[in-house]
C-alpha cells in the first residue's frame, strides 16, 4: 500500500517562506515523475512544479523564480517557497507517478498567505 504524507504548510505572511515536503512509502517501485498542485478555493487544481527522475524541472510562470522543487534518494520531494503571495494561498498537493504507471496523491497541506 503506497502513502504520501505531506508536511510543511500553514500561516505565513506575505514575503514570507515555506517548505513543503512530501514523502512516499509502500510498495512504490521506481518514481518516474514528482510534482506539486495546488488548489485555492472556487478554482480548479493547477501544476505547481514537477521533477522527472532525471532531475528535469518545470515550474508555472506564477511561481518561475520564487519556488524551487527537488526530490532526494529516499522518495521525498520537496517544495522550497519564497516571496510567497497572497495569491499563493491553496491547499497543496504532492503527485507522483510511478513506472507501473499508477499515480498516487498526497492528502494536501494548507497554506495560507496573510498581509
Known amino acids: 500500500q503506497v502513502q504520501l504524507v505531506e508536511s510543511g504548510g500553514g500561516l505565513v505572511q506575505a514575503g514570507g517562506s515555506l517548505r513543503l515536503s512530501c514523502a512516499a512509502s509502500?510498495?512504490?517501485?521506481?518514481?518516474?515523475?514528482m510534482a506539486w498542485y495546488r488548489q485555492a478555493p472556487g478554482k480548479q487544481r493547477e501544476l505547481v512544479a514537477s521533477?522527472?527522475?532525471?532531475?528535469?524541472t518545470i515550474y508555472a510562470d506564477s511561481v518561475k523564480g520564487r519556488f524551487t522543487i527537488s526530490r532526494d534518494n529516499k522518495n521525498t520531494v520537496y517544495l522550497q517557497m519564497n516571496s510567497l503571495k497572497l495569491e499563493d494561498t491553496a491547499v497543496y498537493y504532492c503527485?507522483?507517478?510511478?513506472?507501473?504507471?499508477?499515480?498516487?496523491w498526497g492528502q494536501g497541506t494548507q497554506v495560507t498567505v496573510s498581509s
Open positions: 521533477i522527472t527522475s532525471g532531475g528535469v
Open positions: 503527485k507522483i507517478n510511478v513506472n507501473s504507471g499508477d499515480i498516487y
Open positions: 509502500g510498495s512504490i517501485g521506481r518514481i518516474n515523475f
